[in-house]
């Protein structure tokens, strides 16, 4: 998204140097390399983008919106069917409200001014104003851009909650003990909190540092009831670590029930590990699409409606936490517990995700220098955060790195033990954002790539988060260019996810539809499957009669160029951290983090040189790295502090302030690479015209 | 007041045992002692008992309270001189509602229905109905009752605020540091907190402990903008101690503003002092009577409320902390200083008032075995706590030792280093309850005695606080019975408060007024100041003529036996607290604290048998040595240190459960006891008769 802020409209960057100084030189780059205007002409449809699905549909005109949905295949939750009178298909309309058919009678009966004066509206109510739309139609921003609340979609998107994990020794902050207290006597009257503190170090003496034990607060006015209501039998619930404090009593024995859990707030998605305590093992894992998308799809988005609301950074926050505590509570229906007997939450996330959750204002990481307000590791009670976990609680987030290197990569770094790898290791983390880190035994370079979320399929026509009917893997026959593919649940086709793109470039390439430039092949213009409308060419992946939709699944030519910048501002990245290593430049093992680095074909990536040329037994995928730091955190408290020392020993690197950026990325948007040297194993590349 | 429960008909005592206990005890004890009915018949006047401020005035019927008020020299704030039309004289009828007129239209207009419905009357407007009053009227307790708020009170009253201040080594927990921080640059983009950390580590290297380093969560939110907003430079606020902590930031340098406040939370009085923790100075003290009076005027009667009102601890807890920020704001308007600049609040107060400061249940503390719900030392942030100081202010309280020694007693303890003492010495802090500490290097054992508040003045007939106009010292000639005294203020005597009532008791035994055993001395019965009224005997101390009122001021036989109640109380405590040290038994030294022991003649307190017959000159006045422990702590770290290791030291008795408590009770009761053997210089009782 970062990559294409020079076609968007909407988001005031002006004072946004960092943004400004990458626009600048992707007007330069794209002077350069694109040859066509990605505007396109198309009078008789229009162009909506769904979020926070990424899903852009082209529909005609005069078709009520949720009519439109189902013919798609988007399902939603209403229960009169369309007829306005249940008045639950709420969406809120983010961009072309003044396109629309004014607030319908049903509409003022169900919303209130204030969610009609915000752009809520109800799905089956809207309708497009034909008179209203210009004739020169923009591709993006999209005339039309509608949030659908989590609420509203009823299908499973496919979100990566698993991740690698290595085998943790369980020594967790949390610890419970179920204790007999002895009663007060007139000999003997010792007051509440003193006579449980002596019957905990009767029973282990070296159980917990009494001189600096904490007593949570709200705990300790509940205590005198607790302990009578279970006839001084209770179970006693410690934090240990640099925090030694007594965070809740139960009545009877409860020990069994020690819960924790660890959450990775992504920019797009939400993922939350209901984990035991006592024996380690995960419960439950619940995941929801992060509902911050509402306010703008990237964190520079999000960072300016802050900057521009006088409430925006509460309500974003609010947003946040009340996804978190929806994703506690369906684990805790899931695994049939209690959430106040969940004693602790670890977090990860990006710099500006860890900033809203915590509610501090994540301004200055929009600008230049782009400073976090904070970087260690943070300790913070759950009633203070608004949790809805035990009250006494705790919440640690892991520490960030730097402005766009945050807690979510230290997770990375934690979960993959990068910095004990003898050779020298490259991790990406693919996801709204992407992050590198390159490293091993002796050195950890970090930095941020501006990959946008082209990869996750978003500003590409046909390009669609992993959900069902989305092709994931695809084949190019090179004799016939007859395509064969599979899709997710084997629905029939209605769009292409990020592995799928990977899979169509490679094979474009391998088949010599496009060229290492990625033009297409002007000599095989006239094949049927090129078609060429007004300045645009489009390669039609899936023919009409196949697909779910009453039209065809294509990739244009800016399509292609999107990708085209993603994977090279990976690679790019790469090298420029590369070069700050002084003494060793060769990658020797990758490690694909994330959910879009888990389901890609190693051998794509590879090819069309989003990775370096590794072998591929040396290109492992990992998973939800982010999100197994976090359970490993919650796990293991040495690793907290192992999470400071690396916050010692790893740098980072302002990759687009460099000055070889601009020569390193322009020399990347080739396929595999301006260099082919570099991709000494891809000898097919020696038959793939450059441009 | 303890003491004379058996006659209030009030507090429902039915689930107290203690009090219970208590209570067989006395009633054993005034059946063997008492030898007049405390029932009295006047069918003309009405008894009112004005709290706080515990003047009982005895008035003619058919007068406003307002003109009562005026007439006996309390003054109160009203505009309207008594009109009933500004609606300032609002006070609250605690009892005897049912014998009063029903709200004028005049209270109708001024008062809410639920003030009406909670007692609130204007005093200009509130009569007697002469038809309810019953033809016998009782004393105690009295037919009215009546609140008179603080800030209608218009007179100053007399709060012990000073307490000697040994010579304390400066090291209090807060410093403050003033610092040019480094700017942040895209070669070294550190985020906000820590380049701050990194600056203070620069500037001195033992500044902080960075590992255990906390942040105010709340600070750091706003760190970014004052940051800026001060350009770089800005003072910061540490806490030290086992809680090390960054608690403020402010733009410029401001580290010569900073402050802390040590706060005595009394039964009945409250006292603030203001200090400058650069260097120690006290800016300013403040202090007014506890508003929780309107509740009960002891801790009983307080914890009784808690029980019965659903809503009590919250109601008793905020009255405490909004007189708690009274006070503040008083005394930063005294030093022109900002509340945010207090850092700092240290606590002590008996354990119920710890309690209900906290938000604690005192519920416990009420039944047997009368045990605390916590003892060791708190530290709370002033923002949970609701103290209007800094909002990352710590608010330490001192620990408790037990039910009935708190705080305020480990106050003394620290204050006056009773620990140190070569000689075994006895302190004792008189309030409206009473501690008494027993020490040396060797031993420390304290308890509390159930001396109740006479020797305040309340529930004597015309005992008074020490305010204008009280008697507070007294000579008799023993000869002519002509009576000298002095009053405070030098104002015509309203009534007599603790010290005049110690010199009162001491001269009348001298001129064998009374007898050893407290009554009248039968052979005087003919003499002009003794008046026989029905069943009842009184003494005339003032006649009508030299008042302010229009009668005389008196001491019944009644106020006689409080009298004597309380000092045995002390003594026999003490005595009994020293049968628990099996070694050495005799007190070389005396402490008294509290604003009581502060005023009183040392002989004369002697002479009626208070505190053990040792030479005046080793009888020292401390003050308030509570509110300067409090101090003490809060201009050292090491005094809570030594708090926690005292805590180990002492011991704990429960006085009234003691076997001998009877015996040892009842013998104290005799001036200046049962047996002359122990104290031998006080020759002149070889001439006062015993009964």
Redesign the interface.
Known sequence: MLLNSNYTGKVNYTNNYYIKSIRTKLNFLSAILFTELIMEKQEKDIIIDFEPISRRIIIPKNKSFHEILTKVGIKIRTLCGGLGTCGKCKVLVQEGREFLNTPTKSELEHLSGADISNGWRLACQIKVNNELIPKIVKVDPPQFRVFLPEELILEDFKILTSGEQKDIHLKPAVRKLYLEVKK???E????????IINSVTLKDKNFLND??LN?D?KL??N???ILRDGDHKVSLTFLNG?YDELISCEPGNTVNENYGIAFDIGTTTIVGYLINLNNGKTYSVSSMLNPQTAYGEDVITRITYIKDNENGLKELNSTVINALNTIISKNCDKANIKPTQIYEATIVGNSVMHHIF????P??IGQ?????????E?N?KSS?IGLNISPGGNVHVLP?I??FVGADTMGVIISSSIEKEKELTLAIDIGTNGEIIIGNKDYLITGSCAAGSALEGAHIKDGMRAASGAIDSLRIDPDTFEISYTTIKNKKPIGICGSGLIDLIAEMLRAKIITRSGNFNKNLHDMERIVKKDKSTEFIVVKKEETSLNRDIIISQGDIRQLQMAKAAFYSGMKIILNELKIEKTIKQIFLAGAFGNYIDKDNAKFIGMIPDISSDKIFQIGNAAGSGAQNCLLNLDLRKKT?ELLKKVK?V?IA?KKEFQREFAEAMYFPHMNLELFPSLKEYENIPKR
Chains 1, 2 share one sequence.
């Open positions: 007060p006597s007139l003997n009257p010792v007051p509440d909190l003193e006579r001189e600096n007593i607060f300790l006015k205590i005198p009831d640099n915590l509610g501090l204002n301004n200055y230049s220098p782009y400073v976090p307000v904070i970087q260690r943070l913070v203070i960030v730097a402005g400071r980072y302002e302030t």
